[in-house]
């Protein structure tokens, strides 16, 4: 099973870009689907985004658009690139994966998670 860390959170003005990166320790290779979701403060999860293989990606509807997510299997890295962001963008993200199918992501699930990472986005 793979172990994931993400780094890149950080506090930015709406309109700015940041972009998270998740390590993957193991074989990126050994998961179905990969991706995001995230957890405002008190609320529920939500799916932000999620790739299976290399082009296969899928987005929630909030961050079409704004948000690209990518993986580079020869680094074990996933990547979230975040443009245009919002105030209610502010939220811990985490990185997931799936094992196998199906994958549930985007429904805020997983197989297994990291720790997260914090995004602040100031108006």
């Known amino acids: 099973q793979v172990q994931l860390v993400e780094s890149g959170g950080g506090t930015v003005q709406a309109g700015g870009s940041l972009t998270l990166s998740c390590t993957v320790s193991?074989?990126?290779?050994?998961?179905?689907?990969m991706g995001w979701f995230r957890q405002p403060s008190d609320q529920k999860r939500e799916g932000v985004a999620r790739?299976?293989?290399?082009?296969?990606?899928n987005y929630a509807d909030f961050v079409k658009g704004r948000f690209t997510i990518s993986r580079d299997d020869a680094k074990n890295m996933l990547y979230l690139h975040m443009n245009a962001l919002k105030p209610e963008d502010t939220a811990k993200y985490y990185c997931?994966?799936?094992?196998?199918?199906?994958?549930?992501?985007?429904?805020?699930?997983?197989?297994?998670w990291g720790q997260g990472t914090q995004v602040t986005v100031s108006s």
């Open positions: 790739i299976i293989g290399t082009a296969d990606r």
């Open positions: 193991g074989d990126i290779g050994s998961t179905y689907c």
């Open positions: 997931a994966a799936n094992r196998r199918a199906p994958c549930n992501i985007l429904s805020g699930g997983g197989d297994t």
